[in-house]
Each structure stands twice: as structure tokens, then as C-alpha cells.
């Protein structure tokens, strides 16, 4: 079984930046995409971006094309999120989790077997 553990979240005002980090453990992730989804108070998870198992390819929701950015390094077990020109709608927990299925890329949430424990980000005015 494997373990993810975010970190990065915060506080930033609107405009600003914030990279989200997360780090597997319990075995290697490179062989199965990556996702990050996030969660805002009173409403479901949502897709947020994916990244192939080798980061040649990746997905992104719509709201966050042009300013988020996911990529992976594989040796060191991790994927990233940097978050750019972040919108006071951005304000939710963030999970990251793996897929469970090799090598195919994924937007769907119910194709993710692994998930983190969520880093909290707040964007104020």
C-alpha cells in the first residue's frame, strides 16, 4: 500500500502563488498516474489535474487551465502542483492520490485507489 503525504498549502492572497508537493511512500509510483483534486467546504471532490506515469502527458479541469501546473519527479517518488494567479475560489483542501491502474492516465476520481490526507489552501482578497 502505498503513502502520500501533501504539503505546500497556506494562506495567499489573491494573485499569488503556492507550490503543493507530495511525497509517496510503501512503493514506487512511477508505473501509475497521478492526480490532484481538491475539496471545498460543502461540496464534492473535484478533479483538479493528472499527470501520466511518466509525465509525458497530462489533463487539467477547466478552471485551472493557463494557471496550475502538475508535473512529477519519479525518482524522487513525487508530484507537484504549482499553483499560479490563484482566484479566492481556490480556497479548498487538496489531496493528491495514485491511480490504480498502470500506466493509463486519468481524470475520474473512482480510478484513484490511493489518496493523501488533504493540505488545506486559502486564498484571501
Known amino acids: 500500500q502505498v503513502q502520500l503525504v501533501e504539503s505546500g498549502g497556506g494562506l495567499v492572497q489573491a494573485g499569488g502563488s503556492l507550490r503543493l508537493s507530495c511525497a509517496a511512500s510503501?512503493?514506487?509510483?512511477?508505473?501509475?498516474?497521478m492526480g490532484w483534486f481538491r475539496q471545498a467546504p460543502g461540496k464534492e471532490r473535484d478533479f483538479v489535474a493528472s499527470?501520466?506515469?511518466?509525465?509525458?502527458?497530462?489533463r487539467y479541469a477547466d478552471s485551472v487551465k493557463g494557471r496550475f501546473t502538475i508535473s512529477r519527479d519519479n525518482a524522487k517518488n513525487t508530484v507537484y502542483l504549482q499553483m499560479n494567479s490563484l482566484k479566492l475560489e481556490d480556497t479548498a483542501v487538496y489531496y493528491c492520490?495514485?491511480?490504480?491502474?498502470?500506466?493509463?492516465?486519468?481524470?475520474?476520481?473512482?480510478?484513484?485507489?490511493?489518496w493523501g490526507q488533504g493540505t488545506q489552501v486559502t486564498v484571501s482578497s
Open positions: 499527470i501520466s506515469y511518466n509525465g509525458d502527458s497530462t
Open positions: 492520490a495514485v491511480s490504480s491502474y498502470l500506466y493509463a492516465i486519468t481524470v475520474n476520481p473512482r480510478n484513484f485507489g490511493s
Open positions: 510503501g512503493r514506487a509510483t512511477s508505473s501509475y498516474a
